[in-house]
Nanobody, 112 residues
Framework: QVQLVESGGGLVQPGGSLRLSCAASGIIFSMSAMGWYRQAPGMQRELVAIITRGGSTNYADSVKGRFAISRDNAKSTVYLQMNSLKPEDTAVYYC??????WGQGTQVTVSS
């Protein structure tokens, strides 16, 4: 079965950095578009960043220039490097694979 396991979330001060990881199994990772979404309390889940199987990327306007998505096909892992974090980045971050599958989410809290 498909498993997406996120890690790397936590509490960070404004201006800080975190790197999220999502390890995938049960899919042909190299052939799958991968994405990161987030959901803040009381808000709808929103796209943060996506990376195609060819390595093309796209970002939400709110994170452009601060976040970077990347993938390591040899490790079946997708990453989200988050820099210059703001309190409004606080949310549960979810990994998404192949347009179908979701991870369990990892909490990111940006607060002083």
């Amino acid at each position: 079965q498909v498993q997406l396991v996120e890690s790397g979330g936590g509490l960070v001060q404004p201006g800080g950095s975190l790197r999220l990881s999502c390890a995938a199994s049960g899919i042909i990772f190299s052939m799958s578009a991968m994405g990161w979404y987030r959901q803040a309390p009381g808000m709808q889940r929103e796209l943060v960043a996506i990376i195609t199987r060819g390595g093309s990327t796209n970002y939400a306007d709110s994170v452009k220039g601060r976040f970077a998505i990347s993938r390591d096909n040899a490790k079946s892992t997708v990453y989200l490097q988050m820099n210059s974090l703001k309190p409004e980045d606080t949310a549960v971050y979810y990994c998404h694979a192949g347009g179908h599958y979701w991870g369990q989410g990892t909490q990111v809290t940006v607060s002083s």
